[in-house]
């Protein structure tokens, strides 16, 4: 396994390994390792505590990813040897997920997991990113010591939804995309019609039950005139 060395532009510190990883909550065993300390990190949400971060050397950079949240860390390579060594071993374990058929039923699969999966890295230039948003990670000096929270997926999320917008309202004003313009005259006249109903001496005449009840409305007429506007949403 090939870890590359941070070199800081700011505040000289002692030069040593720097590793990037990333935790998230959402899949015990997937987003992270269902073990201590990760565990006890991930229940405590530890990497959100700024005084805590400073205290031990590191630079997280943390926040939500859809319903989750992700926590990237920056920290010495003896500070992970010290405190989660498994992930600088070629390690491996596995995990199970409960999988919902459309039929109710439930099945359960196990799938490999490598510690080293958690692992994060950096382009040519040395700048390192996380795995699951691509977010840019802090650089590791003492002056980003501490916790900082992110909104970049939402605010990520919000630009892609205002760019397929765009890409609506171009298709709207686009010729190949154009609506049909409404006709100038409408398609049938309900003054005509109306006329042509109350010269009809059946429809001019009102018919009543015994109860004097209407019963025009279900006359031939009348169904014929709704049958034709029905026609024409249709």
Not at 14 to 40: L, T
Not at 161 to 170: I, R
Request: glycine share 4%.
């Amino acid at each position: 396994m090939t870890l590359l060395i941070s070199k800081t532009s700011k505040k000289k510190i002692d030069m040593e390994e720097i590793i990037y990883f990333e935790i998230n909550n959402w899949f015990a065993g997937r987003d992270y390792p269902y073990e201590d300390p990760f565990k006890q990190w991930v229940k405590d949400a530890k990497f959100e505590d700024v005084e805590w971060c400073k205290n031990n050397k590191l630079c997280v950079k943390y926040g939500n990813v859809d319903m989750s949240v992700s926590w990237c860390v920056g920290a010495t390579r003896s500070w992970v040897i010290e405190h989660c060594p498994n992930l600088l071993s070629d390690g491996e374990y596995t995990y199970d997920l409960i999988h919902c058929g459309s039929d109710g039923s439930e099945v359960r699969k196990s799938y490999p997991r490598k510690y080293s999966d958690f692992l994060c890295h950096c382009d040519e230039d040395g700048t390192y990113y996380s795995r699951i948003d691509g977010w840019k990670l802090p650089e590791y000096c003492e002056e980003n010591f501490g916790a900082v929270h992110t909104d970049e997926y939402w605010t990520n999320l919000e630009n892609e939804l205002e760019e397929e917008d765009e890409e609506y309202d171009e298709e709207d004003v686009n010729p190949e995309f154009a609506r049909t313009p409404a006709s100038p005259e409408p398609l049938y006249d309900d003054e005509k019609y109306d006329e042509e109903e109350d010269v009809n001496p059946e429809s001019s005449q009102s018919t009543t039950s015994p109860n004097n009840e209407d019963v025009n409305s279900t006359s031939p007429t009348l169904l014929n005139k709704l049958w034709r506007k029905l026609r024409h949403l249709l």
